[in-house]
């Protein structure tokens, strides 16, 4: 294994934006999104490339230097990954009870304005999916949160249902949107073969323990011709060029993936997909979200709380955003191979 700092020279161009602040400090703000206790390094796993299966990479980012886990790039297909990393954090979010006096919006203010704000941004993948399907028909959101996309879904007719191992916000999709959401995992569902028109996957990918074998199982459930919404964080832009191990998505301890358009390309195909549709989205985001997120580049909590008065204050907290720095990716695949997991998936 080799190491490299290639990705970070950026952070050069910038030290007064970006001035130096313990690692500890970024990953108070990323466990600010999701409360629950932190597995110790005790449970660090060493795993190989994801895609091609090799086991030689360059050390990117040691531990505790971009995130909580070391990140390095295979050297035969070029996956980004953390290796060895902490369990997956829906190991973790599975444990937490579910608690019917917890209010989402009280307790977890910034989640909830950020996806009741951003379903706006998929208005029109929502109607992009609805003509390569054909009209509506029977869809699953892996990872649906609280419920805000998956019920407009159900408002354009189509038949939903949600899987979600956050116990809470299951209990919120199903209390103010009557949806059908499973409090667990994708690979804990056991949906029928080929019993889905599409699938929707928005920002989970980058978590998942094993990437391909998620794609696999959406291949099974999905019928033939059935497509799927995929999106993720992109890492082959000039804003991970200029930032490095500051950049934004990188930080947060919960990304166990890092795809770039290549190798995310790599894995659908692999996994019987063909691309239908690609694009970079913008997205939507208040004032205050956005000084979170600059809290979380800059590495310091102290940057956003300094902030978090003036962007909550009137006006300002009603301005809302729309960014495109081109680091998102957002593909619609088409299901044209069946592959048929192996015994050991």
Not at 71 to 88: E, K, T
Not at 142 to 158: A, N, P, R
């Amino acid at each position: 294994m080799l190491y490299s700092d290639s990705a970070d020279f950026g952070v050069a161009l910038v030290p007064t934006l970006f001035p130096l602040f313990p690692l500890s400090d970024a990953q108070k703000l990323c466990s600010h999104r999701l409360p629950g206790k932190m597995l110790d390094s005790q449970h660090l796993v060493t795993v190989s490339c994801n895609i091609c299966g090799a086991d030689d990479f360059t050390v990117l980012y040691p531990a505790g230097r971009a995130q909580v886990n070391q990140i390095v790039r295979c050297n035969h297909c070029g996956l980004l990954y953390a290796n060895p990393r902490r369990m997956a954090d829906h190991v973790d979010i599975e444990t937490w009870p579910e608690d019917p006096t917890f209010d989402l919006a009280r307790e977890r203010p910034l989640r909830y304005e950020k996806e009741q704000l951003q379903v706006r941004d998929y208005a029109d993948t929502r109607k992009l999916l609805k003509e390569l399907c054909g009209g509506a028909g029977r869809l699953l959101e892996i990872g649906s949160g609280l419920g805000f996309m998956l019920d407009l879904f159900h408002k354009e007719f189509w038949e939903v249902v949600g899987v979600e191992p956050d116990r809470n916000a299951s209990l919120h999709a199903r209390r103010k949107f009557g949806l059908d959401i499973r409090s667990l995992t994708l690979e804990k569902a056991g949906f029928p073969d080929e019993s889905l028109d599409a699938v929707v996957m928005l920002h989970v990918i980058e978590h998942v323990p094993d990437p391909m074998a998620t794609l696999r199982e959406i291949n099974r459930i999905l019928k033939p011709g059935g497509h799927l919404i995929l999106e993720t964080p992109r890492y082959d832009t000039l804003m991970f060029k200029i930032l490095g191990r500051r950049e934004r998505s990188l930080s947060c301890d919960g990304h166990i993936f890092f795809f770039t358009t290549d190798s995310l390309r790599r894995a659908y195909t692999a996994a019987g997909f063909e691309l239908r549709h690609f694009q970079c989205p913008p997205r939507s985001l208040t004032l205050d979200r956005l000084a979170f997120n600059l809290g979380v580049i800059t590495k310091s909590p102290a940057l956003y709380e300094r902030l978090k008065p003036f962007t909550r204050r009137p006006p300002l907290d009603k301005i809302k955003l729309s960014i495109n720095v081109r680091d998102m990716q957002r593909v619609c695949v088409r299901r044209v191979t069946r592959i048929v997991a192996s015994p050991s998936s």
